[in-house]
């Protein structure tokens, strides 16, 4: 990394990078700061070649990230809250991001957290977290896209119940609503996400930003125009060498290596 961030530890493991938002005193609670540093973060890595695939996580074993830091709400004018949502979005940052992010629950995935984990393309979670979108208890909404894209993954009315009870549901029951992918023992939870990650940093990059483009666009646009921006990017698959290497590799009987970005 060539910036110094306080709130933030980057490390990297090969081709996957792992981002910890670093506050476990605060139950990883998004200040200003540590929204602003995450999104440099993804700002660096995304011109990064040597990483193709992040994990994003919470520091220590208690929370992925407990919400936006509600000390920071105690004085804020409408006017000052809606510029710093506008102006550097972590949850745009992660939405935007090109190359495939995992969320990696560790424990409270809650407010904000669970708008991050929900921005980010995978989620697997510890059999110890928990998840909520607890704003309603404090006489506000979710802001992060919480009332969208929780709605788009688990449907109306599992993300009404949430959203409006407030209530928090453990790991197992957001498998069972289709909020996380996986659930997997606590201490199994960092070696199971990377083996995740390094499979998906072995496929073609290329292929990869263009996958998940098509896929986002299934909830932003109607089947029709989908289905035709899809075969757009399908088609343009085949002026990457990656396509030619894809293909040669499987009809020659051995692995892909998928090189540069
Ligand atoms: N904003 C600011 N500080 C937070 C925070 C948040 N969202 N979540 C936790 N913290 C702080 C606590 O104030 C406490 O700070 P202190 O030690 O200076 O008093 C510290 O983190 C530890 O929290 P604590 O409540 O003692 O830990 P816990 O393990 O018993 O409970 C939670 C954890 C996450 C259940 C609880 O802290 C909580 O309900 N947090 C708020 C969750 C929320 O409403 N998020 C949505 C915000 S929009």
Not at 80 to 87: A, F, G, P, S
Not at 126 to 154: H, Y
Not at 190 to 215: F, G, Q
Request: proline content about 3%; aromatic content about 4%.
């Amino acid at each position: 990394m060539s910036q110094a961030y306080e709130t933030i530890l980057v490390e990297q493991r090969e081709r996957v990078a792992i981002v910890t938002i670093n506050r476990p005193d605060k139950r990883n609670a998004l200040n200003i700061q540590t929204r602003a540093e995450g999104a440099a973060v993804l700002d660096e890595l995304r011109g990064d070649t040597s990483v193709r695939v992040v994990v994003l996580t919470g520091a220590g074993d208690k929370a992925f990230i407990a919400g936006a830091d509600i000390n920071e709400f105690a004085t804020r004018t409408a006017i000052t809250q809606r510029e710093v949502m506008l102006e550097r979005s972590l949850f745009n940052a992660i939405d935007g991001f090109p190359k495939p992010i995992i969320a990696m629950v560790n424990g409270f995935c809650l407010g904000g957290g669970c708008e991050v984990a929900l921005a980010c393309d995978i989620r697997v979670a510890s059999e110890k977290a928990s998840f909520g979108q607890p704003e309603i208890n404090l006489g506000i909404i979710p802001g992060g896209g919480g009332t969208q894209r929780l709605t788009r993954l688990v449907g109306e009315g599992k993300a009404m119940e949430m959203i409006l009870t407030g209530e928090i549901i453990d790991a197992q029951t957001a498998l069972a609503i289709g909020l996380v992918n996986h659930v997997v023992p606590a201490d199994q939870l960092e070696s199971k996400t990377l083996e995740m990650a390094n499979r998906i940093a072995d496929k073609s990059p290329i292929a990869l930003r263009l996958a998940k483009e098509a896929v986002k666009l299934a909830s932003r646009s109607n089947l029709d125009e989908g289905l035709r921006r899809e075969v757009d990017l399908f088609a343009l698959c085949f002026s990457s060498e990656h396509k030619d290497e894809g293909v040669k590799a499987f009809l020659e009987k051995r692995k892909p290596e998928f090189k540069g970005k």
